[in-house]
């Protein structure tokens, strides 16, 4: 498994069967990414929320690669209506594609369309699940604050391996509500997104890295933009 990170809460993940999932792809507007937006191929896309810096290239990418967009309901309407190849889910509710299952999970925060001429409505923010092959999940938590289902839903059901959570702040939950959140999950790792993209997001990853390794036995992995993570 290969988990690549872009900046921001754009990432990639290659699947031992050579699936390819980007989750987020804010690419070409993002001022961290250095990464050409044409390089990057995809068989399914999966969008947490509405918003300009989550929907990103989703569209684009999709259409070039023929790929699959998977959002909530409203999201794939809307997809749906551009043309696009789309699949709807819920919060609850699991897909299955081929070797990886993925199940859409609570996430809070505000999620309408935020890029079109009128704001319009886009249905529930999400975090996904990733269940691969081999048992192993990752959980992208997309933008949200904490929550107590991260501890009663997410930790204790769907017991994640590594967990990609927010620390920006502001948007978001900060450094300190995503230690609070690591804890709940307890995953075996966790990856910090979602800081430094624009400065009213700006955070030091290495203390957020320090107290978490330095209170609990989680390991947490700072990628540098475009790097890749592999098991």
């Not at 923010?125 to 929550?147: K, M, N, P, S, V």
């Not at 955070?203 to 330095?214: A, H, R, S, V």
Request: a negative charge; glycine letters at 8%; aromatic letters at 8%.
């Amino acid at each position: 498994m290969k988990l690549r990170w872009f900046g921001h809460s754009a990432f990639e993940i290659i699947s031992e069967e050579e699936t390819r999932i980007l989750i987020d792809p804010f690419i070409s507007n993002n001022p961290t990414c250095k990464i050409p937006v044409e390089e990057l191929k995809a068989d399914l896309i999966f969008v947490t929320h509405g918003h300009a810096d989550h929907m990103g290239d989703a569209m684009e990418i999709a259409d070039r690669n023929k790929a699959l967009l998977v959002g909530t309901h409203e999201l794939s309407v809307f997809f749906s209506k551009q043309g696009l190849e789309s699949e709807g889910m819920n919060i609850g509710g699991s897909l299955k594609f081929d070797d990886i299952k993925v199940t859409m999970v609570d996430a809070r925060h505000s999620p309408d369309i935020d890029f079109t001429d009128e704001i319009i409505p886009g249905g529930s923010a999400c975090g996904f699940i990733f269940q691969l092959e081999d048992g192993r999940r990752i959980y992208h938590a997309g933008d949200t604050g904490l929550f107590t289902d991260m501890k009663t839903v997410i930790g204790e059901i769907y017991k994640p391996n590594i967990a990609l959570l927010p620390i920006g702040d502001r948007y978001t939950m900060g450094p300190e509500d995503a230690i609070t959140a690591a804890k709940w999950i307890s995953p075996q790792k966790v990856i910090p997104m979602h800081y430094n993209t624009f400065p009213v997001i700006e955070q030091d990853p290495t203390i957020f890295k320090e107290t978490l390794e330095k209170e609990t036995s989680i390991e947490v992995i700072i990628l540098g933009l475009g790097e890749t993570y592999k098991e």
